[in-house]
DNA sequence: GATAAGGCTTCCAGTCACTGGAGGGTCAAG
DNA sequence: CTTGACCCTCCAGTGACTGGAAGCCTTATC
């Protein structure tokens, strides 16, 4: 398969499959073109990678599940510390966005959006207090 | 004051108020020696900024935001509609990250954590399957 | 055989909002 | 006069791509 094939089976943009061999995630053949050529394993590796990502996991955690993935004597252990780890820090991400949303909520409502200056919100941002 | 005190007072690191000055956002005074010297009114910018920041504004938006508080003549609907697409952002980001905690707390409870290799957590990023 | 379209290559620069560090000048106290 | 705490500028790096330039390769058509 060239990178194109790839790209729409695994769904992640060409670009980044070669930004993904850059930084050793991937190692594709190459033909004596120089155009990639990529195995099934290597698109299982995107696969892996692309879903992987989608759960928000940084490319050094992918990097570190990819080679448990591959270490038939790995510890689950080792896997669900990085899967809960990770969703600790999107909990706290969570947590932190409410508060903002809560608080840009109430400002948005109580502000008129009509053509007086007065606004509640640049009020807000300016001392701090409501 | 020096940008020691303005760091301190308004909790920005120095390091982000001269990045402020660099990008226009404050443009305070020069003293003979090469400091620079804040007024009250950079400080109170720097305030304001932080807080805008703190909502996770943008420094576009918090440049804009700077731009309509200092005009009088503003209508607040101009503010209230960058704050609801802000809010709309948020709230998306919100959607997302939550989407990803179901997920990965589902995988996460249904991994073992233990020495044995099988682990649900690489069989659905390597499948896609539960 | 020429040519055009599309796919592939590398390399460089930009994104966002800082942050760290090197290398050096200034100031107040003892 | 030295020490230590400030302050200055400039450069590079962060994360994970993304866009674009410049150029080679392949395939189809004329």
Redesign the pocket.
């Known amino acids: 398969m060239?990178?194109?094939?790839v790209?729409q089976r695994s769904g992640l943009?060409?670009?980044?499959i070669?930004?993904y061999e850059d930084i050793g995630l991937i190692t594709p053949m190459r033909?004596t073109?120089?155009?990639?050529r990529f195995r099934d394993s290597d698109l299982h590796k995107l696969a892996f990678l692309g879903r992987a990502?989608a759960l928000g996991f940084?490319?050094?955690d992918c990097r570190t599940l990819l080679a448990l993935y591959e270490d038939n004597t790995r510890a689950s252990a080792d896997v669900k510390d990085l899967a809960q780890a990770h969703l600790a820090k999107i909990e706290d991400k969570i947590v932190q966005l409410e508060s903002m949303r809560d608080t840009l909520s109430e400002l948005v409502h109580s502000c008129a959006g009509d053509n007086r200056p007065d606004c509640p919100i640049l009020s807000d941002l300016a001392t701090g207090q409501h």
Do not use: L, Q
């Open positions: 060239n990178i194109g094939d790209a943009p060409a670009k980044t070669r930004y033909d073109n120089g155009y990639r990502r940084t490319i050094e």
